[in-house]
């Protein structure tokens, strides 16, 4: 049974880039393997490398980075999800693992309308909460009345270490991850509904 919708409309809604807005590209076993790393977190990975081979480490990263940014297509129903947004006056946000300069060329390919875009180079990265209160101070808007979005586990656990009401993007998958997320949706689809749905 779907849920009801929520009775109030968020102030803002901060989404998740790689998997949530655009279809997923990155091929991380295959950048763990040019970067010389094993399993696990690669920004981690890299945090402890200094010198040339972190710049090399660096330099792989942001060459997949930049080649799947400029091969990046939206998810279906995101341009729609976000016109949405905009027509009800909610503010966007994105919070992305990626570099700046990847998240540039996604939202310029695509037009996107994003009112803030926090990346690694501006806050640790999810799911510590501190890019998505960053967001919210930049979008002068308070998180209670801030939504987050994403398909990974750390952005649910950003969202709930920040106090802002989560929505996993769950691409008809179980989730594999123990974080609880305020509500579930399949698709971008059924978030715009949502937001349809809402007086």
């Given at each position: 049974?779907?849920?009801?919708?929520?009775?109030?409309?968020?102030?803002?809604?901060?989404?998740?880039?790689?998997?949530?807005?655009?279809?997923?590209?990155?091929?991380?076993?295959?950048?763990?393997?040019?970067?010389?790393?094993?399993?696990?977190?690669?920004?981690?990975?890299l945090?402890?490398?200094?010198?040339?081979?972190?710049?090399?480490?660096?330099?792989?990263?942001?060459?997949?980075?930049?080649?799947?940014?400029?091969?990046?297509?939206?998810?279906?129903?995101?341009?729609?999800?976000?016109?949405?947004?905009?027509?009800?006056?909610?503010?966007?946000?994105?919070?992305?693992?990626?570099s700046?300069?990847?998240a540039?060329?996604?939202?310029?390919?695509?037009?996107?309308?994003?009112?803030?875009?926090?990346?690694?180079?501006?806050?640790?990265?999810?799911?510590?909460?501190?890019?998505?209160?960053?967001?919210?101070?930049?979008?002068?808007?308070?998180?209670?009345?801030?939504?987050?979005?994403?398909?990974?586990?750390?952005?649910?656990?950003?969202?709930?270490?920040?106090?802002?009401?989560?929505?996993?993007?769950?691409?008809?998958?179980?989730?594999?991850?123990?974080?609880?997320?305020?509500?579930?949706?399949?698709?971008?689809?059924?978030?715009?509904?949502?937001?349809?749905?809402?007086?």
């Open positions: 049974m779907p849920l009801k919708p929520p009775a109030i409309l968020p102030a803002a809604v901060l989404f998740d880039m790689d998997g949530t807005l655009t279809e997923p590209l990155l091929d991380f076993p295959r950048i763990r393997a040019d970067m010389g790393i094993g399993p696990g977190s690669i920004l981690a990975a945090a402890d490398m200094s010198g040339p081979a972190r710049l090399a480490a660096e330099a792989i990263l942001h060459r997949h980075e930049d080649e799947a940014a400029g091969r990046s297509t939206l998810n279906p129903g995101c341009r729609e999800l976000l016109e949405t947004l905009s027509s009800r006056g909610i503010l966007v946000g994105c919070i992305t693992l990626n700046r300069e990847s540039r060329t996604v939202f310029q390919r695509h037009g996107l309308p994003i009112e803030v875009i926090i990346t690694r180079e501006d806050a640790p990265p999810k799911p510590s909460p501190e890019p998505l209160c960053g967001a919210c101070r930049r979008l002068g808007v308070a998180e209670a009345d801030t939504w987050m979005v994403g398909d990974g586990q750390f952005d649910i656990e950003a969202g709930a270490a920040a106090g802002i009401r989560t929505i996993w993007l769950s691409h008809g998958k179980q989730r594999a991850f123990h974080a609880v997320p305020w509500r579930e949706v399949r698709d971008l689809w059924e978030l715009d509904q949502i937001f349809k749905g809402i007086e």
